[in-house]
């Protein structure tokens, strides 16, 4: 009895000490919480800072493991976006394209091979420098004649609200069904005054001009031509410049027929039912540039390649309204989508309209693929000088910037201290503060989040 009686007492014991434990660590956890809570709160206080006080802003997170909003600061209301709009477009790829890129829809006839283009910004672009598609027009031109059409093109070389100057700056590249060299020229001046062009075909089409008034070195282009011209200005280093081409079928077979030497006719043809699409570069390097660099060209390609590969035509309003149609009805807020890269102001998205897009991105390419795709914070693209993480540690922000005159926005996912992981979209709109002051704003908040939630 004696020894049942000091066990019963162990036993006791033992289940006191255990209900104790947990009620301290539900305590701890409850204030934990409760800290957490306070703070997400009072998140609202932050858009009455000067900073905020006369613009437009919205901000969501959302809880990737227990599936809910945290805070919603406008929500629902519609922003313009800037190059958050790539977040769409990488969307859309998910959606619609394989893991190889299409690079040329073809149909052979007799002693004849027609093609069209596909969209591929990746043919001879001098950072991806793909030449599947010379191999495989050299091979068939052993037994076939080479015509190249441009019947499947429905699209403009600008987006609708492009502002009309952008034609003559990098970001501001012309559209095309058949992209080649990345659609521009590079020029670099070096201190002998010598002028590289590349590709060589376009050196005899520019011509120095010493009114250009200028310090440093320029190239100018007039719309809707191929002439250039240049003032090297007081030159001391190597500098070098990339200028967009204006596409015309005649330019594509021109460059064509030098690259593969031998003879591409221009032949406009209609499309027939029965062709052939020829695969080549993996998608993942070229995502990784349209979100990392955020190149407005890849971005607008690659809604071409989605209307290429579901309609055999290309069309960024087609691949547009099937997306509305098939994806964004189930939306909370259907977004205004017009252009792939962000560059028009006419497109409107909410905050929540990005955190349903990232979160269907992340079931679609993995975590892991994703957070390789997206600037990262301290690390690379457009946010590598931006949200360091202590040493012997993992980025903790991944996301995409969006910036245009007055607006600056970002949306992207957060692995917080503590192993949460959050999904975020913060827009700014119409401030008149710098895009740097804003964004300094930014990461002060989303640093917090990371450290006490």
């Not at 699209?155 to 990098?170: H, I, L, V």
């Amino acid at each position: 009895m004696k020894i049942n009686f000091i066990h019963s007492k162990k036993l006791l014991l033992s289940l006191l000490i255990s209900f104790c434990l947990i009620s301290f660590s539900s305590i701890a956890q409850h204030k934990t919480e409760e800290k957490n809570t306070d703070y997400i709160s009072n998140l609202n206080q932050v858009f009455q800072e000067d900073c905020f006080r006369d613009s437009f802003h919205g901000f969501v997170l959302y809880d990737l493991d227990s599936s809910k909003y945290l805070f919603e600061y406008n929500a629902d209301k519609y922003f313009t976006p800037a190059s958050n709009v790539k977040i769409a477009s990488l969307f859309a790829a998910t959606k619609i394209l394989n893991e190889r890129l299409p690079s040329l829809t073809y149909f052979e006839k007799g002693d004849s091979l027609i093609f069209w283009g596909t969209g591929d910004p990746t043919f001879l672009h001098p950072i991806f420098r793909n030449s599947a598609v010379i191999d495989f027009l050299l091979l068939k031109s052993k037994t076939k004649k080479l015509f190249f059409s441009t019947t499947n093109y429905e699209d403009e070389p600008f987006g609708d609200g492009w502002a009309w100057e952008d034609y003559r700056t990098s970001y501001g590249i012309e559209k095309s069904a058949f992209p080649i060299y990345g659609n521009a020229v590079y020029f670099e001046a070096d201190p002998s005054c010598e002028i590289e062009v590349f590709p060589e075909i376009f050196k005899d089409s520019i011509q120095e001009n010493s009114e250009i008034k200028t310090k440093n070195f320029t190239i100018k282009r007039d719309l809707g031509i191929n002439s250039f011209e240049y003032n090297i200005g007081d030159l001391y280093y190597k500098k070098g410049k990339t200028i967009p081409f204006h596409i015309t079928p005649e330019l594509i077979t021109t460059l064509l027929n030098d690259k593969l030497d031998l003879e591409v006719t221009h032949l406009e043809y209609p499309m027939p039912e029965n062709t052939a699409i020829f695969y080549t570069a993996k998608s993942d390097k070229m995502y990784k540039r349209m979100m990392q660099r955020s190149d407005n060209f890849l971005a607008e390609q690659t809604l071409l390649m989605c209307s290429a590969e579901l309609f055999g035509t290309l069309s960024t309003q087609r691949v547009i309204n099937y997306l509305d149609a098939n994806y964004f009805n189930k939306f909370y807020n259907k977004p205004r989508w017009v252009d792939g890269s962000g560059l028009s102001r006419y497109n409107l998205f909410t905050p929540r309209n990005f955190v349903e897009m990232l979160k269907s991105i992340r079931k679609d390419m993995g975590e892991e693929k994703l957070f390789e795709t997206l600037a990262i914070g301290g690390k690379a693209g457009t946010l590598r000088r931006r949200y360091e993480y202590p040493k012997k540690s993992t980025p903790f922000l991944y996301g995409k910037t969006g910036t245009i005159s007055n607006n600056h926005c970002l949306s992207g996912f957060i692995v917080t201290k503590t192993g949460r992981k959050l999904c975020f979209s913060f827009q700014n709109n119409h401030h008149r503060e710098s895009s740097k002051t804003i964004g300094n704003k930014m990461e002060e908040i989303l640093t917090r989040v990371y450290k006490e939630y």
